[in-house]
């Protein structure tokens, strides 16, 4: 069964500075990824994500994350960090072998950033 | 346009009650999903809507949990004798067609429910 796992559960980033969210993902074939944020008190929403090809990927909001098949990771980036980054962010994967696109989430990693 | 909605926002109960919590996809996505966000188990898939097929429910911790998908639209996700381990985030998601690995699924805010 699939698996991801974001090994930060909390990080602290000043505003302005860069910001890299870390996840791992165990799949038995070419993975599906996505990143999604939360902001307080909202669904979910859709940052990018990965199915083939150019293994960086642009997203929203200035985002963007690498896909490294030999580590299995899908890191998520952003240069300059706003205030209006905090938020908690889910890496997820896509099961292709099911029926519909059932997603596995991380345990998702919460960003506060200071002033 | 309008993004999913779900009813109600916030939902209190007692142990052993019947809830039921409401989701209207976006229109026209015949795709459908139930998700649960607790703090001991994270986000998790529950159960899986698609036109009419019948729904994969493999995600269900219990039989306590049902969810029905009326007229291919509004679904309604039925969670009976409620635990207080029912406690949680309930998040409904719609996305075009389900058939297509890329499509994005399109979340709702939630139905944060507390069994007392």
């Known amino acids: 069964a699939q698996s991801v796992t974001q090994p930060d559960i909390h990080i602290t980033v000043s505003e302005g500075a860069s910001l890299e969210l870390r996840c791992n993902y165990s799949y038995g074939a070419t993975p599906y990824l996505f990143w999604y944020v939360q902001s307080p008190g909202q669904g979910l929403q859709l940052l990018l994500k990965?199915?083939?090809?150019?293994?960086l990927v642009q997203g929203i909001k200035g985002f963007e994350a690498e896909f490294k098949r030999s580590q299995s990771s899908f890191n998520l980036r952003k240069p300059s960090v706003h205030w209006s980054d905090a938020a908690e962010y889910f890496c997820?994967?896509?099961?292709?072998?099911?029926?519909?696109?059932?997603?596995?989430f991380g345990g998702g990693t919460r960003v506060l950033v200071k002033p | 346009g309008a993004g999913v909605s779900q009813s109600p926002s916030n939902k209190v109960t007692e142990k052993g009650k019947d809830v039921e919590l409401r989701c209207d996809p976006i229109s026209g996505h015949t795709a459908l999903y139930w998700y649960r966000q607790s703090l001991g188990q994270g986000l998790e898939f529950l159960i899986y809507?698609?036109?009419?097929?019948?729904?994969?429910k493999s995600g269900l911790p219990s039989d306590r949990f049902s969810a029905e998908r009326t007229g291919g639209s509004v679904s309604t996700l039925t969670i009976q004798r409620t635990q207080q381990e029912d406690s949680a985030v309930y998040l409904c998601?719609?996305?075009?067609?389900?058939?297509?690995?890329?499509?994005?699924?399109?979340f709702g805010p939630g139905t944060r429910l507390l069994v007392l």
């Open positions: 809507f698609q036109g009419n097929s019948a729904p994969d």
């Open positions: 998601a719609s996305s075009l067609s389900g058939r297509k690995y890329q499509e994005t699924q399109y």
């Open positions: 990965y199915f083939s090809g150019d293994t």
């Open positions: 997820a994967v896509g099961d292709v072998k099911a029926a519909g696109n059932k997603l596995t």
